[in-house]
Structures are given as C-alpha cells and as structure tokens.
C-alpha cells in the first residue's frame, strides 16, 4: 500500500532543518490517520485535516483524496423533494459523512426537457416544482466541489464563458484569457446582466 510504504519512508527520514520537520510531522500525523480511514474501508477524504497537513500529503495524488459526488436517480414525482425518499436519504448520510456531494437527478425529466421547445422547458421544470435543470445543479455542485468559477467577456462577435479557480483576484482572471491581460492588468469593470423586474431606460438614434 503506498500509504504504509511512505509512513515507512517518513519513519527512517532524518529533517534537515526545523521547517522541514514540521512538514514531515504534519504528513505523518495526516498519514497514520488516514491509513486507519483506509483499513476501515473509508476514503482517504473522510479524514479531517488542517491545511497544513493537506499541504503535506498532497504530494501523495492518493486517489481516495480526490473529491466526489453521488449523483442519485429518482421518479420524475421526487424531484421536487428527493429528501423524504428514504434512498436519497441513506446515500445523503452516506455522502455526508463521507465528505462527499450529492445531487438528485430525474432522468426521465432530463429526456422529455430535450424534446421540448426552448420557451416551454421553464414551465414544464416549474410544474414539477423545480427551478433549474438537473443537469444544471449537477453543472453548478460539480464546479462549486472542484472550487471553481465562471465569468464571461462579450465583445461585438461572441460571448465567452471562462473559467477560473475560486479565489482568483481579478489580474489572475485577466491571465486565463492571456498572460498580458494579467501583466498589463490596469482595471477590471463587472456588469451584471438583466434580472427579473429591473426598471430599464433605452437610449437610441436612428
């Protein structure tokens, strides 16, 4: 197992300086832990850790550590309220205490949405007491447990979504599009689309 055959290695090692121990003792700690999560059968993510000790073992790549969402199918009649199905509600406990996502999904709905005309997918979600897409709560707890975000730029022939770590400061954002939008980085303006009962005045010349 490579947990026990890097515990070994970190048993025989010498640290070369103070820094260096305290990085070997966090990993160390995080390691004998997880290995006790890994003979019970748990995932290697089901530890809790401090930042420092993630730090130290990540390194590691365990498969286990990598983040993961169970995606439940229930009756078009659930959806609405996936949590009284006493299904749903063991995978839920499960993914809790797994640390893990969970997102309830109807396929049936998702295969009738594709043969509906655009305009009428938002009524037909809406008598099923839903205001989204499966798919599109999948979309959204897949980039939320990845920590990741969108923002779009738009100029006179598209506009494009892009997508950025959580957290980024606005010079980074500016970098996924090209690396001198973040070294020439002066300023950068966010405007919000049209929501819902905005007042709006158009100006125009013809």
């Known amino acids: 197992m490579q947990v026990e055959k890097r515990l070994e290695k970190l048993k025989k090692g010498k640290a070369k300086d103070s820094q260096s121990k305290l990085k070997e003792d966090a990993e160390k700690s995080a390691m004998e832990r997880i290995r006790h999560a890994l003979m019970d059968g748990k995932p290697a993510r089901s530890v809790t850790l401090t930042d420092f000790e993630k730090d130290a073992v990540n390194h590691l790549c365990l498969l286990t550590m990598k983040p993961v969402i169970y995606v439940e199918n229930v009756a078009e009649s659930d959806l609405a309220d996936s949590a009284i199905n006493p299904n749903v509600k063991e995978v839920m406990n499960l993914a809790s205490e797994l640390q893990s996502g969970l997102v309830t999904i109807s396929a049936q709905v998702e295969s009738e949405l ?33 920590g990741l975000r969108t923002y779009f730029t738009s100029g006179e022939k598209e506009t494009k979504a892009w997508t950025i770590l959580s957290g980024m400061t606005a010079p980074q954002a500016a970098g996924v599009i090209h690396s001198d939008f973040e070294k020439g980085f002066i300023r950068a303006e966010t405007l919000r689309t049209v929501q819902e009962g905005d007042v709006m005045l158009f100006r125009f010349n013809v």
Do not use: D, H, K, W
């Open 114 to 146: 594709t043969e509906l005309p655009f305009e009428e997918r938002s009524e037909f979600l809406n008598s099923l007491g839903v205001s989204e897409s499966c798919l599109g709560n999948l979309i959204r707890a897949t980039y939320s447990l990845l």
